[in-house]
């Protein structure tokens, strides 16, 4: 495996470590009160894939593993993650801090499935933690929480076919991340634009600017998002073969491996030369990409400004699309060329 993972593995350990102790600095006494064995505060993006650089944000969620969340213990959780985001020289907050809400698994758990589940942002939060993410503080409640949604996805329908089952709800709500990103994508976009006209922007320059921003978030949605979501299921599939059942154990490891870890797990599970060689390729596409993405959002619109480059980038983000899509179909095909039950639940 490429180098590159192993230092920012051990890059995102380092910053987190300080991000921690900066956190229960400025928390001081409130910390059990507002924290304690009951709330967990969890990384996800680079910091939950283990990939940041110098250059990451650090996007936090506040979660109650039992009844209702608390909104000022909400607001101490969010004055202490401020300090430390600006002491430790993080970026603070995206979206002036929308999403440092305090949710509770109970809604989490609830609201699984409801029509509400993605427009109060808990489909989002229920996602990421079981997709791409890291405790910061609140280790035992953080592992309580990934539990109990678990136990959500199996519940009676494992009881009911221990033997046979295929989390068929959960890997839907994968997909159905996966569109909502995509959906979310364009919402952006247009955000963003009206933004721009906002500050005065005229229409020749905030085109120009728009291609940029449009080539910077695509290229992180083709590679860092494709990942996050897809390596999931690439996973299950793989420890599934050959009994087409996959356990409460195997999805708990599925959670706690980076994104990029389950490829490789995936390989060696499959045993296969197509399905190695095909991860392999995959690494190295998603190292360019992190050397690629590792600048300052300044630096990256100078980078994304030349259209050379950013068709570039555009193509290997295709690449890399391409060879997830060929990875799914090989470790969900059976050798006579049929598809497997998980696979199938994929699409239709």
């Excluded at 924290?35 to 990939?51: F, K, L, M, P, Q």
């Excluded at 699984?112 to 996602?127: E, P, S, V, Y």
């Excluded at 933690?129 to 136990?151: C, F, H, P, W």
């Excluded at 060689?277 to 690494?283: A, F, G, I, S, Y």
Aim: aromatic share 8%; hydrophobic share 40%.
């Amino acid at each position: 495996m490429n180098p590159l993972f192993a230092e920012r593995r051990t890059k995102t350990a380092e910053i987190l470590a300080s991000f921690t102790a900066s956190l229960e600095k400025h928390l001081g006494e409130d910390a059990e009160r507002v924290v304690g064995d009951h709330t967990t505060v969890y990384a996800t993006g680079s910091g939950g894939r283990g990939e940041m650089s110098d250059a990451s944000d650090l996007d936090l969620f506040l979660v109650r593993k039992s009844g209702a969340p608390s909104k000022l213990d909400a607001v101490v959780l969010q004055s202490a993650i401020l300090r430390a985001t600006r002491e430790c020289g993080i970026e603070e907050p995206s979206a002036d801090g929308l999403f440092l809400e305090m949710h509770s698994a109970d809604e989490f758990a609830n609201m699984l499935g409801n029509a509400q589940d993605d427009a109060q942002n808990k489909f989002t939060a229920r996602m990421l933690l079981l997709l791409e993410s890291k405790a910061v503080l609140g280790t035992n409640a953080y592992d309580e929480v990934i539990d109990r949604m678990i136990q959500c996805y199996w519940g009676r329908p494992a009881a009911a076919h221990p033997g046979d089952f295929i989390p068929f709800a959960f890997v839907n709500d994968v997909v159905r991340y996966w569109r909502v990103i995509l959906l979310n994508h364009e919402d952006r976009l247009r955000t963003k634009d009206a933004e721009l006209e906002a500050d005065g922007l005229g229409v020749e320059e905030r085109t120009e600017r728009m291609k940029t921003e449009r080539y910077i978030r695509s290229f992180k949605l083709r590679f860092a998002r494709a990942l996050t979501c897809f390596s999931a299921p690439a996973y299950l599939l793989a420890v599934s073969a050959g009994k087409e059942h996959v356990s409460v154990g195997e999805m708990k490891a599925m959670i706690t491996t980076a994104p990029l870890e389950r490829l490789t797990r995936a390989a060696e599970l499959a045993d296969s030369d197509q399905v190695r060689t095909l991860v392999d390729e995959m690494h190295e596409l998603y190292a360019d990409f992190l050397e690629q993405s590792a600048y300052k959002k300044s630096e990256l619109r100078g980078k994304f400004g030349d259209p050379d480059y950013a068709r570039a980038m555009a193509r290997k983000g295709n690449e890399f699309g391409d060879k997830m899509f060929q990875l799914l179909t090989a470790l969900g095909t059976t050798t006579r060329g049929s598809p497997r039950r998980l696979y199938r639940y994929m699409l239709v």
